[in-house]
């Protein structure tokens, strides 16, 4: 098959969604497929040694903010667009400018789902334009709902299958406020008739976002994130003495490292041993400074160890470092990819009791769940691992079987595989039936 993913880029922010899409790449591409990844809106960061066959940006951040703002900017000579979509720059203006708050996003929201109808209309028709010259796929898979007002001109001009994944999309939207958020929905609902079918990271994930989408549960399929075990499998034994937790996330306040630090002072209230590893890029200076301030004020200063923003080996070796791994989204995660990893790595992880975290502590037998925002019950799981090794081992080692199983590479690109051939199937029956009753009509008239 030759397949275009159309994947929204973070710059230089890392993303668990930008991980799972390059991860899926190449899976796809070990199996003999052909895949090229283009980028929307700003380069992508991809972790590893691997190259990936990765395009040049389509509808640039800067080239899309501009036309939001005028449609004189829509008549941009080509070569001033194609100089505002070079990726050192959209790197550069991203880490000062991009925003992804849903209150600030919710007209360019809607004008991007509105597709050939919105204000980046000159945008898309570039991106297909190119999709019909050059890549030329058999099906184009979008790498959330967020970008489906691309697939009813997709499906108009190239008539080929597509593909959507969806990836905690509707919390965002459900954050813009009103008119906009209504309109998103209404316009996302309108985009899903073009999309053959979805893919959701669980299956409880999947039901929601039919409900959404208002899309059939037919139509809806469950693929699982690929996760390199190998690269990440652990060969010493977990460290135990002092306890180290480790947290790897942005710093902002929907991923609740409040949260970790209220349970970490109550912890050492109870005279615990451990140690807090927090790496992550800060992108709220203000709650940063609040979360500074909250660990002064708790005394653990020197418990308390802020790694910045790693890379891939850094990571790893911080993986490796750890006693217990948390993830705890204040936003119901759909993905929960830094918690597949540590299992990997083999760490037993405490995620709250919301989002995927319940499918997959009941898949993977690997860790703790509590209570959503709260560090008492956070406080209480930690202290359990604390307090018996032996189950926190049992634990850390059930999920990195069930990560090795359920998640590897090989397993989850053939169940896209036969997601994708399945959709490129009904396109052409579709197209077949089509050209079978213009036939009929054109006999009848004659």
Excluded at 335 to 362: D, K, R, S, W
Excluded at 414 to 431: C, V
Aim: with cysteine; charged share 25%; net charge negative.
């Amino acid at each position: 098959m030759r397949i275009v993913h159309l994947a929204a880029g973070a710059a230089s922010m890392y993303c668990g969604a930008c991980a799972r899409d390059a991860a899926m790449a190449r899976a796809l591409m070990a199996r003999g497929h052909q895949v090229q990844i283009v980028p929307l809106y700003t380069p992508l960061r991809i972790e590893g040694d691997h190259v990936l066959p990765v395009r040049n940006v389509h509808m640039g951040a800067i080239n899309a903010r501009l036309e939001q703002l005028s449609g004189l900017f829509a008549r941009l000579p080509r070569f001033i667009t194609r100089a505002l979509d070079h990726p050192a720059l959209l790197r550069l203006v991203s880490r000062f400018a991009v925003s992804t708050t849903a209150s600030q996003l919710g007209p360019m929201t809607v004008s991007v789902l509105a597709g050939a109808q919105g204000r980046q209309r000159a945008q898309l028709d570039r991106l297909v334009g190119f999709l019909e010259r050059e890549a030329r796929p058999d099906v184009v898979s979008i790498t959330n709902s967020m970008l489906s007002g691309i697939a009813p001109e997709v499906k108009r001009r190239l008539a080929v299958a597509v593909v959507c994944e969806v990836k905690g999309e509707d919390g965002f939207i459900e954050g813009i406020p009103e008119p906009h958020r209504s309109e998103a929905v209404k316009l996302i609902r309108r985009n899903a008739r073009s999309v053959d079918r979805f893919v959701a990271p669980g299956h409880a994930y999947a039901g929601q976002m039919a409900g959404f989408l208002d899309v059939e549960p037919a139509r809806m399929a469950v693929v699982r994130s690929a996760v390199d075990a190998e690269r990440l499998r652990r060969h010493r034994p977990r460290a135990v003495e002092p306890f180290i937790i480790g947290y790897l996330s942005v710093i902002t306040p929907r991923k609740g490292l409040h949260v970790l630090v209220e349970a970490c002072r109550l912890l050492a209230e109870d005279d615990r041993d451990f140690r807090l590893r927090v790496a992550g890029q800060v992108l709220s200076r203000r709650y940063w400074g609040q979360i500074r301030r909250d660990v002064r004020r708790a005394g653990l200063g020197d418990r308390f160890e802020h790694l910045g923003e790693v890379p891939l080996d850094e990571k790893i070796a911080l993986l490796h470092s750890l006693s217990a791994f948390c993830q705890l989204s204040i936003q119901r995660e759909a993905l929960g990819t830094t918690a597949l990893e540590a299992m990997a790595a083999g760490l037993p992880v405490v995620v709250p009791e919301e989002g995927i975290f319940p499918e997959m502590m009941e898949l993977t037998g690997g860790g703790v769940l509590f209570e959503p925002e709260e560090p008492e019950a956070l406080a209480a799981a930690l202290a359990g691992l604390m307090d018996d090794a032996g189950e926190a081992d049992r634990l850390a080692g059930s999920g990195a079987e069930a990560v090795d199983e359920h998640y590897s590479p090989g397993v989850v690109a053939r169940d896209m595989e036969a997601i994708l051939a399945e959709a490129i199937g009904g396109e052409q029956r579709g197209r077949g039936r089509a050209a079978g009753d213009e036939a009929v009509q054109g006999g009848e008239e004659e």
